[in-house]
């Protein structure tokens, strides 16, 4: 292995790490405990050596949002995969996406709530974030009804289960009616 093949390597290490520990400490107490002073103490490196890495806290929620987008993806694929026909998909999908928002507020937040400096829904979107979005096209496509655009679908089933999760994770639904939304979600949006 050459020098500079190892540098690299132990670039990329220190990237995953102070990701990795960003978003622990922020599942733990908030994106408001982020700080890059507080990341350089936990990694043990200077905020010198942070910033050779990312720019700032935007760009560490950035990173935290593409690895978190990656995980929704195969969460829901997954999800998926096991189901029998369309509907238990869909409903097999709106579950794993909001077991995957309950599970990870912090991750979710980086993806959908806070300034990641990422675009969404354009030519420039990350592939992450465009991979996300395909994996609920895959499964919701298959029942968007006749004569709707299946990305128009997705679109709407997605802002359904968005709403869901954000309104459940604030305490404004009733947690014993989770399971009733999702199948009142599915029976009324899905073609199946």
């Known amino acids: 292995m050459s020098v500079q093949e190892r540098k690299e390597r132990e670039r990329a290490e220190r990237e995953r790490l102070i990701v990795a520990t960003a978003r622990e400490l922020a599942e733990r107490q908030g994106w408001d405990a982020v700080t890059t002073r507080r990341l350089a103490e936990r990694i043990e490196y200077s905020q010198p050596v942070l910033y050779s890495h990312f720019r700032g ?39 794993a996406y909001l077991a995957f928002a309950a599970e990870n507020p912090a991750v979710y937040d980086a993806i959908f709530q806070l300034d990641g400096g990422l675009a969404y829904a354009r030519e420039d979107t990350p592939a992450p974030l465009k991979d ?12 968007a009804g006749e004569g709707v655009a299946a990305e128009l679908f997705t679109e709407v089933f997605w802002a359904s289960l968005h709403g ?29």
Request: aromatic share 2%; charged share 25%.
């Open 57 to 95: 806290k935007r760009e560490i929620i950035g990173a935290v949002a593409l690895q978190g987008a990656a995980e929704l993806a195969a969460a829901v694929r997954a999800a998926t995969v096991a189901a029998n026909g369309p509907r238990e998909r869909v409903a097999a999908l709106a579950r």
């Open 132 to 143: 996300a979005f395909a994996a609920l096209l895959e499964c919701l496509g298959e029942v």
């Open 164 to 192: 869901v999760a954000t309104l459940t994770r604030s305490e404004r639904l009733l947690p014993q009616d989770a399971d009733s939304r999702v199948e009142l979600l599915v029976d009324r949006l899905a073609a199946v």
